[in-house]
RNA sequence: GGUGGCAUAGCUCAGCUGGAUAGAGCACCUGCCUUCUAAGCAGGCGGUCCUAGGUUCGAAUCCUAGUGCCAUCACCA
């Protein structure tokens, strides 16, 4: 049980005795380091029902505690703050409580609601980016973390697999590609179509200065190049099933789909269920029509559907073309109606995407409410700021874009380098060692994305490579090695961890400490799924490898004479180590044994 | 112009529902490997919490106005 349920009570019950005053709520925080104590009690707020000075108030709660709680121990009272010593025996019987519980702070049995999960949803037409790579980590990530705080999950993703773009990629393949696939160029599928695209993009660019120098207006140009009217083309065909168009569709999509699989399984990041644009792109039209009948959607004279939702704030919003087709909110209310027939458990949906669509998401939970779903209630766009060069955006027309791939890469054998330098490996193999590089170079990309709040936009600058040292991925790694290397040489020496520390022992300050963070867990891993932000799990677990660190630095484990002192220590380092995994399992980040 | 987001140390970031002297890492400077892995630990240097008002016993945090950066406001996706 948590102390400040325990104290809540208590300190109610104190107020009640001493002033005969009923208190609506107490106010705890954990005590700043430089005072002495555990918990404090904030006196401040309750000057509302008890008149008097803070300190006379303080000290005469405290005493109360000190004599009728047995957790509390000592108090002391600073200004208008009562800081209580909460017992060793407390947090002994805590600890014993939890020592052995293998899935410590994850809630494992799943609520009979579910939620799905959207991320990556990537376009077909080039390769994934740095962008991507946020993407795909922290919709993986908040995925974990939903089902560890106990929610059934689904998570899914909706490939953008039609469209002009594809055309784009498909019509330059046609003209310039003299026939290359992934099998005779030894590029990755996506690779190779990328660079189709880019060819369409510098084809069409050429085409509209040729116009231009011939007297053409640069608007006009870029409206009439032929090169865009023949794309433009392909995709009646395409809609139309035309078969060569289809077919050719088909070769290049599997090329890409190809190697984006190869990309997401280095990323460590995957999906229980697909959806493809081309199989949803005309769901949603019967809604709109359920919805013009039922009044939440009106008909202009032209023929087009709309929505107004001025009202709420916002302005008009299209939902179906004059000409009857579908626009990308038709689309969106669909496919959000199908998954729920899909899986008719879902009660709510996480869409993770850029902050730059923010608005559309706005749109689209608010037009699913107006329809009447319930489920509409539990929508959330799970936003997060843009990846940002030196250079400013990313854009892969231009070239100017970090690819996922190369940085994994680049990332690896940074790693290498640094632990060649160190050469602590000796007795690892070969292949041995390539695992431990990729997991440190991942671990070291994944945490410096996710410790940065979501909404925030990074910056992102490929001249300094991503850190190493200090608040890091490795450095959580290292401190998980450290431990396993003790655990071991504790085996060795057959220190008996079976053993419970008895209940009147004294605790070493930083074992307080420790135990006192390990006390965290459960917290943050609920606190992170309600925010959707494994940043907050990541600085938890900064913060535990700190402590831990700092611990290790000043308390002998096991060179400590008292057995039972000693098999604490053991303990509460396995502990630590057990925390670290699971968090970080939160993250996608694997952790070694040696590093 | 309307709307939304962001602004904290030289740099990258924490700071939960308002609470004590605003915290980490990097960089720079000192110490600590004959003792459990120095990718570590201990310490130093470094702050107009964008600005101005307001609410409060108390504001980096809440409110208002302004400034800067980003996004968005299409019968594009």
Same mark, same amino acid.
Not at 115 to 128: D, H, I, W
Not at 161 to 183: V, Y
Not at 243 to 255: D, I, P, Q, R
């Given at each position: 049980?948590n102390i400040?349920?325990?104290?809540e009570?208590?300190?109610k019950?104190?107020?009640?005795?001493?002033?005969?005053?009923?208190?609506?709520?107490?106010e705890?925080?954990?005590t700043?380091?430089?005072?002495e104590?555990?918990v404090?009690v904030?006196?401040?707020?309750?000057?509302?029902?008890?008149?008097?000075?803070?300190?006379q108030?303080?000290?005469?709660i405290?005493?109360?505690?000190?004599?009728?709680?047995?957790?509390?121990s000592?108090f002391n009272?600073v200004?208008g703050?009562?800081?209580?010593v909460?017992s060793?025996t407390?947090?002994?019987?805590f600890?014993n409580?939890?020592?052995?519980e293998?899935?410590?702070?994850?809630?494992?049995?799943?609520?009979s609601?579910?939620v799905?999960v959207?991320y990556?949803?990537?376009?077909?037409?080039?390769?994934?980016?740095?962008g991507?790579?946020?993407n795909?980590?922290?919709?993986?990530?908040v995925?974990?973390?939903l089902?560890?705080?106990g929610?059934k999950?689904?998570?899914t993703q909706?490939i953008?697999?039609?469209?002009?773009?594809i055309?784009?990629?498909?019509?330059?393949w046609?003209r310039?590609?003299?026939?290359e696939?992934?099998e005779?160029t030894?590029?990755?599928?996506?690779?190779?179509?990328?660079?189709?695209?880019v060819a369409?993009?510098k084809?069409y660019?050429?085409?509209i200065?040729e116009?231009?120098?011939?007297?053409?207006?640069?608007?006009?140009?870029?409206?009439?190049?032929?090169i865009l009217?023949e794309?433009?083309?392909?995709?009646?065909?395409?809609?139309a099933g035309?078969?060569e168009?289809?077919?050719l569709?088909?070769?290049?999509?599997?090329?890409?789909?190809?190697?984006?699989e190869?990309?997401?399984?280095?990323m460590?990041?995957?999906?229980?269920?697909l959806?493809?644009?081309?199989?949803t792109?005309? *769901?949603g /039209?019967?809604v709109v029509?359920?919805?013009? #009948? =039922?009044?939440?959607? @009106? &008909?202009?004279?032209?023929?087009?559907?709309w929505i107004?939702l001025?009202?709420?704030?916002?302005?008009?919003k299209?939902?179906?073309?004059s000409?009857g087709?579908?626009?990308?909110?038709?689309q969106?209310?669909?496919?959000?109606?199908?998954r729920?027939?899909?899986?008719?458990?879902?009660?709510?949906?996480v869409?993770?995407?850029?902050?730059?669509?923010?608005?559309?998401?706005?749109?689209?939970?608010?037009?699913?409410?107006?329809?009447?779903?319930?489920?509409?209630?539990?929508?959330h766009?799970?936003?997060?700021?843009?990846?940002d060069?030196?250079?400013?955006?990313?854009?892969?027309?231009e070239g100017t874009?970090?690819?996922a791939?190369?940085?994994?890469?680049d990332?690896?054998s940074?790693a290498?380098?640094l632990?060649?330098? *160190?050469? /602590?490996?000796?007795?690892?193999?070969h292949? #041995? =060692?390539q695992v431990? @590089? &990729?997991m440190v170079?991942?671990g070291?990309?994944?945490y410096?994305i996710?410790?940065?709040?979501?909404?925030?936009?990074?910056?992102?600058?490929?001249?300094e490579?991503?850190?190493?040292q200090g608040n890091t991925g490795p450095?959580?790694q290292?401190t998980?090695a450290?431990?396993?290397?003790?655990?071991?040489?504790?085996?060795?020496?057959?220190?008996?961890?079976?053993?419970?520390?008895e209940?009147?022992?004294?605790?070493?300050?930083?074992e307080k400490?420790?135990?006192?963070?390990?006390?965290l867990?459960p917290?943050?891993i609920?606190?992170?799924a309600?925010?959707?932000s494994p940043?907050?799990?990541?600085?938890?677990v900064y913060?535990?490898?700190?402590?831990?660190?700092?611990?290790?630095?000043?308390v002998?484990?096991?060179?400590?004479?008292?057995?039972?002192?000693?098999a604490?220590r053991?303990?509460?380092?396995?502990?630590?180590s057990?925390v670290?995994?699971s968090?970080?399992?939160l993250?996608?980040i694997?952790?070694?044994?040696?590093?």
């Amino acid at each position: 049980m948590n102390i400040q349920a325990i104290l809540e009570n208590k300190v109610k019950e104190a107020v009640l005795k001493i002033f005969n005053a009923e208190l609506p709520s107490v106010e705890f925080q954990p005590t700043r380091k430089d005072f002495e104590g555990d918990v404090t009690v904030v006196v401040f707020p309750m000057l509302r029902v008890v008149k008097g000075n803070p300190v006379q108030i303080g000290e005469q709660i405290g005493t109360f505690l000190k004599d009728e709680v047995a957790e509390v121990s000592d108090f002391n009272v600073v200004k208008g703050f009562l800081n209580l010593v909460v017992s060793d025996t407390f947090y002994i019987n805590f600890f014993n409580g939890i020592k052995d519980e293998s899935n410590y702070g994850l809630v494992t049995e799943s609520a009979s609601d579910a939620v799905m999960v959207e991320y990556s949803s990537p376009n077909t037409n080039k390769p994934l980016h740095l962008g991507h790579i946020r993407n795909n980590l922290l919709g993986y990530s908040v995925a974990e973390i939903l089902k560890a705080s106990g929610k059934k999950v689904y998570k899914t993703q909706i490939i953008n697999d039609r469209g002009i773009h594809i055309c784009k990629s498909m019509l330059a393949w046609q003209r310039f590609g003299n026939g290359e696939t992934p099998e005779n160029t030894g590029l990755k599928g996506d690779k190779l179509v990328g660079n189709y695209y880019v060819a369409f993009d510098k084809a069409y660019k050429a085409e509209i200065a040729e116009m231009v120098v011939d007297g053409v207006d640069e608007k006009e140009a870029a409206k009439e190049a032929p090169i865009l009217l023949e794309a433009q083309q392909m995709l009646q065909k395409w809609e139309a099933g035309d078969e060569e168009v289809t077919s050719l569709w088909k070769k290049m999509n599997g090329w890409v789909y190809k190697g984006f699989e190869e990309t997401y399984k280095n990323m460590g990041v995957d999906f229980d269920k697909l959806y493809y644009e081309s199989d949803t792109y005309l *769901l949603g /039209k019967d809604v709109v029509a359920d919805g013009l #009948e =039922k009044g939440v959607f @009106y &008909k202009k004279d032209d023929g087009s559907v709309w929505i107004d939702l001025t009202e709420e704030g916002l302005d008009e919003k299209i939902v179906l073309r004059s000409d009857g087709t579908a626009v990308y909110m038709t689309q969106d209310i669909g496919t959000a109606i199908q998954r729920v027939k899909d899986y008719p458990d879902i009660m709510g949906m996480v869409y993770t995407v850029g902050n730059e669509q923010d608005y559309h998401f706005k749109v689209l939970f608010l037009i699913l409410k107006k329809l009447g779903f319930s489920w509409a209630e539990q929508l959330h766009h799970l936003s997060y700021g843009m990846v940002d060069l030196p250079s400013g955006k990313m854009k892969s027309r231009e070239g100017t874009v970090v690819d996922a791939d190369d940085l994994m890469v680049d990332m690896t054998s940074t790693a290498r380098e640094l632990s060649e330098e *160190l050469g /602590k490996l000796e007795e690892y193999s070969h292949e #041995e =060692k390539q695992v431990l @590089y &990729k997991m440190v170079g991942m671990g070291a990309l994944k945490y410096y994305i996710l410790k940065v709040d979501p909404k925030k936009r990074i910056l992102f600058n490929p001249e300094e490579s991503v850190d190493f040292q200090g608040n890091t991925g490795p450095f959580i790694q290292y401190t998980y090695a450290r431990i396993q290397s003790i655990l071991r040489k504790a085996k060795d020496t057959r220190v008996d961890v079976s053993t419970t520390l008895e209940v009147t022992a004294e605790l070493h300050p930083k074992e307080k400490e420790l135990i006192k963070q390990i006390q965290l867990f459960p917290e943050t891993i609920q606190l992170a799924a309600a925010n959707f932000s494994p940043a907050l799990i990541a600085n938890y677990v900064y913060d535990l490898v700190k402590e831990f660190n700092s611990f290790y630095q000043q308390v002998s484990i096991l060179g400590e004479a008292d057995e039972q002192k000693k098999a604490l220590r053991v303990q509460l380092s396995r502990k630590v180590s057990e925390v670290i995994e699971s968090g970080f399992k939160l993250l996608g980040i694997d952790v070694p044994e040696r590093m």
